[in-house]
């Protein structure tokens, strides 16, 4: 099966916003990370291909809005229920052959998605001028808090929405004074041990972290200063902060061509270098997802040499193949992540990953492929841990035709 045929079979078994509600995990029905804001993206993105896919998308946005209200997982950004339903909407709509189909509830998705990012920002801005350092996930990566959201505004400004306008400028406010280097060994992303979710913090030092990755880390950020400082969106200090944040990640290497996925308040306020490795081949932590946000930077302060250690780093992982630590097929840590990140930048590593992830396929599986989490397998339905992600990402591979767009879907992992 190659992977034009992969991807639209993926997106017929997918037809159906029911089976979505059945399979896709219970917390995260609503959601674009596991759910039916995802599924709706997939299938706005084939609407050229056939009609089936345009009503599909509708129908998807539909439930999800209907779930979202009691959504248990909202999630304060546009991987949760309502904000991942917002996004999906901004980004997908544009696929459609009409998008004045949906143009009113997008519109009401960018003022909600805008509100949204002033709300956090100025929750930020409060934080740092009565609690002092540190911070949350929530604030700023790229999941839950406004890295994430201010690329949607972005693509959303972009499209025409002035009421974007408001919501960007503050996520880009929050993240240049995150990012800037203010001589203190603790950066303004450090996040303490008790502000991590539950379910990291017992592997985390009781000193806290400054992560890496593009995920939940401080690429994402990154990238989105970045991105908007080369589309002409800037705020005072921009261009000092992502200085700043490249020599940081500069500073924090484990070696040559690596990261760990955080450091810890002891190594910054010690200036020890982490001798560990976190997830080395991934879009959500290691190389590949800094690389990238990497060659947004050089790309906005027009530095070659950045871009050529960034292409660098890629071209000595592709080399490593049997050292891959990408865990089965889908976008968060598989294979499908890894040639998003790669795609026209190396050549040898897009071409392993794009046969890793046509190897994955099988067709006894519900959905063609499976997440896998700690060898794991499970049939998830949506976009960053299941199916619709991987059928997004072999669309592209396969250069499946769709309607010409401004901002392409990959924009949610700060890609593009």
Known sequence: MNAEQAALNIAERLLDPGRVVTTAPAYGVATLADGLPGTALLHARLSAVDPIFARAANAHWGAAADHAASAPAQGPGVYGAIGGLSASLILGSAYLPDPEITATATARSVRWLSARAVDIAAIHAEAVNFAGSGTSWHIYDTISGLAGIGRVLLAALVDGHASAEPGLVAALTAMTTLLTDHGEPLPGWWVPTERHPAVVTARLDSSGAADTGLAHGVAGPLALLSIAHSAGHTVAGQETAIRDTVIWLDRWRVDDHGWPDHATGRELTDGATPTRHGRRTAWCYGAPGIARSQLHAARALDDDALAETARADLAWLGAQHAAWDAEGPTLCHGYAGVLRCT??????????????????????????????????????????????????????????????????????????
Request: charged share 20%; proline share 4%.
């Open 343 to 416: 795609t026209g930048v190396d050549r040898d590593m897009a071409e392993h990953a794009a046969y890793q992830l046509t190897l994955s396929l099988d067709r006894e599986r519900p959905f063609l492929v499976a997440h896998v989490e700690h060898g794991n397998s499970h049939d998830n339905p949506g976009f960053l841990t299941g199916a619709a992600g991987v059928a997004l990402t072999l669309s592209e591979l396969a250069e499946i035709s769709a309607r010409s767009t401004t901002t392409p879907w990959d924009a949610l992992l700060l890609i593009a």
